[in-house]
């Protein structure tokens, strides 16, 4: 079964362009996280959706951040305008919701952003 | 405060030792989990092993182990055996029931280098 996908893999782009990063959750998962990776700041959560809905959005740093899931099957984390800060490694993950005493996600392979 | 915390940034372990990461813990939620990932030097974050607030036992999965005290708050993975192929950043995590969307928090990880 294919895991979590994510693409692009890479990404380099210049400040101030946009930046749109996807995500393709397990068939069958119905929560799906989106977080980013830095040295400085390690694992941060940005936003979270439950069953195609939104449920925690608090760890996105600001309005230029903007997530959707449209589907069960596609998410979108979006970055207008970028900046140079925005550098990191962003992780989209799945887990099946409701089994509430072992919730293990499952972590794409990551998508790694370089804003110039 | 923080939720996970591990104390060891950086460590290295002969090939065939065991080594033992340490990972403590902060909730008043009765009902937890606690998980650890490896993130070899490719990136993706690979689940290891799991071991729940109410569990009896201390979690095993085949070289990985779960050295588990409750009353510490102590979660401490083993990697008995080590091997090359172990040498990658090592991530403790917590999930708290009561957390809405049962979302993850990590630690700032160790990096574990095997030495052949």
């Known amino acids: 079964d294919a895991g979590v996908i994510q693409s692009p893999r890479h990404e380099v782009t210049e400040m101030g362009q946009e930046v749109t990063l996807r995500c393709k959750p397990i068939s069958g998962h119905n929560s799906l996280f989106w977080y980013r990776q830095t040295m400085m700041r390690g694992l941060e959560l940005l936003i979270y959706f439950n069953n195609n809905v939104p449920i925690d959005d608090s760890g996105m740093p600001e309005d230029r951040f903007s997530a959707k899931m449209p589907n069960a099957s596609f998410s979108t984390l979006k970055i207008q305008p970028s900046e140079p800060r925005d550098s990191a490694v962003y992780f989209c993950?799945?887990?099946?919701?409701?089994?509430?005493?072992?919730?293990?996600?499952?972590f794409g392979p990551g998508t790694r952003l370089t804003v110039l | 405060a923080q939720k996970i915390t591990q104390t060891q940034p950086g460590m290295f372990v002969q090939e065939k030792e065991a080594v033992t990461l340490d990972c403590t813990y902060d909730?008043?939620?009765?009902?937890?989990?606690l998980f650890w990932y490896k993130q070899p030097s490719s990136g993706e974050m690979i689940f290891l092993i799991y071991q729940g607030s109410y569990d009896q036992q201390n979690a095993t999965e085949g070289r990985y182990s779960l050295n588990f005290q409750k009353a510490r708050k102590s979660a401490n993975l083993v990697i008995s055996a080590s091997q090359l192929g172990d040498s990658a950043m090592y991530f403790c995590?917590?999930?708290?029931?009561?957390?809405?969307?049962?979302?993850?928090?990590f630690g700032g990880g160790t990096r574990v280098l095997v030495k052949p």
């Open positions: 909730t008043s939620d009765p009902s937890y989990g």
């Open positions: 993950a799945s887990r099946i919701l409701g089994r509430a005493s072992y919730n293990e996600q499952f």
């Open positions: 995590a917590m999930r708290e029931a009561a957390a809405a969307g049962n979302k993850l928090t």
